[in-house]
């Protein structure tokens, strides 16, 4: 079992930056991949960014590569999410998500799958 926890969303003009934070506690002993999502309002739920935390590999989605990068804490076992340049087409709820299915496939088809673990989000909103 595992708990994540989503932090450091927030209301940010456009060009603006924003740390996202995903807290993981409970069984980290296995190998988990920890992906990205968002939710825009009246839109799917679509992958952002993702991380393996047993060698750091990272993926990201075409529509925010160059602009957000991950990152991992396994000391902490934290993942964060810098997100630069904000635009206001990224505004939407953020989640992060711990599961063992590889990273690639996740970002393309963000369906919640039996297995997985998800946070409650954090809000991000970019003004224009």
């Known amino acids: 079992q595992l708990q994540l926890v989503e932090s450091g969303g927030g209301l940010v003009q456009s060009g603006g930056s924003l740390r996202l934070s995903c807290a993981v506690s409970g069984d980290t002993s296995d190998d988990y991949n920890i992906g990205w999502f968002r939710q825009a309002p009246g839109k799917e739920r679509e992958g952002v960014s993702c991380?393996?935390?047993?060698?750091?590999?990272?993926n990201y989605a075409d529509a925010i590569k160059g602009r957000f990068t991950v990152s991992r804490d396994n000391v902490k076992n934290t993942v964060h999410l810098q997100l630069n340049s904000l635009k206001p087409e990224d505004t939407g709820d953020y989640y992060c998500?711990?599961?063992?299915?590889?990273?690639?496939?996740?970002?393309?088809?963000?369906?919640?799958?039996?297995?997985?673990?998800w946070g409650l989000g954090t809000q991000v909103t970019v003004a224009s």
């Open positions: 991380i393996s935390t047993r060698d750091g590999n990272t």
């Open positions: 998500a711990a599961f063992t299915s590889p990273c690639r496939p996740r970002l393309t088809s963000a369906r919640m799958r039996p297995g997985d673990y």
